[in-house]
Nanobody
């Protein structure tokens, strides 16, 4: 059974930090690229950050570059994906989704095969 389970969301003041985690199991996710997307109320889901299966070549949306860091841990049967979010802004408020891509691409939404249920991040001003 494929599971991607996000955690770590919550309410934080502007300028604060949060660390999101995603536990991925049920497939050999160590060979999958993975990424984070977010969806604010009334808006489309958008790419935040992606990382290759090996952890090389992280890629970020311009809006989060320099503030967010994506990383992963392939050492165990369950693969863990992280998103360290610093200097948070009210416009970062959204539901954040973890996703896995079986192919080579990991920037576009349609390149992802598996999705988590999301975790809410709310940044107050």
């Amino acid at each position: 059974q494929v599971q991607l389970v996000e955690s770590g969301g919550g309410l934080v003041q502007a300028g604060g930090s949060l660390r999101l985690s995603c536990a991925a199991s049920g497939r050999t996710f160590s060979s999958y690229a993975m990424g984070w997307f977010r969806q604010a109320a009334g808006k489309e889901r958008e790419f935040v950050a992606g990382i290759s299966w090996s952890g090389d070549s992280p890629y970020y949306a311009d809006s989060v570059k320099g503030r967010f860091t994506i990383s992963r841990d392939n050492a165990r049967n369950t693969v863990y994906l992280y998103l360290q979010m610093n200097s948070l802004k009210p416009e970062d408020t959204a539901v954040y989704y973890c996703a896995a891509s079986q192919g080579h691409g990991y920037i576009r939404l349609h390149e992802y095969n598996y999705w988590g249920q999301g975790t809410q991040v709310t940044v107050s001003s």
